[in-house]
T-cell receptor, first 111, second 111 residues
Framework: EAGVTQSPTHLIKTRGQQVTLRCSPI?????VYWYQQALGLGLQFLLW???????NRGNFPPRFSGRQFPNYSSELNVNALELEDSALYLC??????????FGQGTRLTVV | RKEVEQDPGPFNVPEGATVAFNCTYS??????FFWYRQDCRKEPKLLMS???SGNEDGRFTAQLNRASQYISLLIRDSKLSDSATYLC????????????FGKGTRLSVIA
């Protein structure tokens, strides 16, 4: 069975640009979580989607947004990129309220 | 008080040693508890779910103390390959509260 897949795996963007990251959850999972992990730091919660709705968002500015599609895949959009947005962006999926499984992440570098 | 707190370490232990990590959580309504392992620059991977009665998986033992609101992870006979960051995760199992990750405890097992 396929795990959580994220694309792209690596990305380099210029400050001020916009980026879209994609996540496909494990088949049957309805919840998708997004986390940001800057180098050497812990996971920072970004967004949680379940059954197509945004359930919660972390303490990030509005230029971080996303959505979940009817097939439960998800996108994370970041507008007006800043240098400090450089990080590993991790997506995880789960059935609601159960253990989550992570994708390999998208490593974003903003220059 | 932070939602989930862990000693950041690092814990530097020799091969064969027994090491224990504790994690405290602030919300007494929390229902599910997990330990994840994260290797450097990789995604977190589920190590164990933590059950009320405590559970064991080979060299790893997890315990839950609801009264004191902490969970623990014990690693016996440490191997070099156990070197990683161990993340404590707490779930409310209701409402719109997402999985909450601790910052992690770094373990280095030394030959």
């Amino acid at each position: 069975e396929a795990g959580v897949t994220q694309s792209p795996t690596h990305l380099i963007k210029t400050r001020g640009q916009q980026v879209t990251l994609r996540c496909s959850p494990i088949s049957g999972h309805t919840s998708v979580y997004w986390y940001q992990q800057a180098l050497g730091l812990g996971l920072q919660f970004l967004l949680w989607y379940d059954e197509g709705e945004e359930r919660n968002r972390g303490n990030f500015p509005p230029r971080f947004s996303g959505r979940q599609f009817p097939n439960y895949s998800s996108e994370l959009n970041v507008n007006a990129l800043e240098l400090e947005d450089s990080a590993l962006y991790l997506c995880a999926s789960s059935l609601r309220y159960t253990e989550a499984f992570f994708g390999q992440g998208t490593r974003l570098t903003v220059v | 008080r932070k939602e989930v707190e862990q000693d950041p370490g690092p814990f530097n232990v020799p091969e064969g040693a027994t090491v224990a990590f504790n994690c405290t959580y602030s919300n007494s309504a929390s229902q599910s508890f997990f330990w994840y392992r994260q290797d450097c620059r990789k995604e977190p991977k589920l190590l164990m779910s933590v059950y009320s009665s405590g559970n064991e998986d080979g060299r790893f033992t997890a315990q839950l103390n609801r009264a004191s609101q902490y969970i623990s992870l014990l690693i016996r006979d440490s191997k070099l390959s156990d070197s990683a960051t161990y993340l404590c995760v707490v779930n409310m199992d209701r409402g719109n509260t997402p999985l909450v990750f601790g910052k992690g405890t770094r373990l280095s097992v030394i030959a």
